[in-house]
Nanobody, 125 residues
Framework: QVQLVESGGGLVQAGGSLRLSCVAS????????????MGWFRQAPGKEREFVAG?????DYGDSVKGRFTMSRDNAKNTVYLQMHSLKPEDTAVYYCASVLGTWVYRVPKEYAYWGQGTQVTVSA
């Protein structure tokens, strides 16, 4: 069983930046973390969960964040990051980290086996 804990959310003005972190534990030791596809999703009130970014053998980004967000991973620390620049009010949401064993990035939430509790990002106009 993998546990994911997100951090780094908060309140920021439009145009600002934030960096989210997601630390994995429980089943990711001994170099196995690198075998997991990691994803970031977000969900705003009244909306469906939306794919933001993913990293496996390659990286993928949702259309609304391309060029503004960058995902990276540090396998030695069992951690993935989401660096967010040029934030907009429409980026306001709870951001979730997700993982699944595999190689290819999935854009569909149901493909991911493990989820964190989420971290709130609020962008003021």
């Amino acid at each position: 069983q993998v546990q994911l804990v997100e951090s780094g959310g908060g309140l920021v003005q439009a145009g600002g930046s934030l960096r989210l972190s997601c630390v994995a534990s429980g089943g990711t030791s001994g170099g196995t973390f690198s075998r997991y596809v990691m994803g970031w999703f977000r969900q705003a009130p009244g909306k469906e969960r939306e794919f933001v970014a993913g990293i496996g053998w390659s990286e993928d980004y949702g259309d609304s964040v391309k060029g503004r967000f960058t995902m990276s991973r540090d396998n030695a620390k069992n951690t993935v990051y989401l660096q967010m620049h040029s934030l907009k009010p429409e980026d306001t949401a709870v951001y979730y980290c997700a993982s699944v064993l595999g190689t290819w990035v999935y854009r569909v939430p149901k493909e991911y086996a493990y989820w964190g509790q989420g971290t709130q990002v609020t962008v003021s106009a």
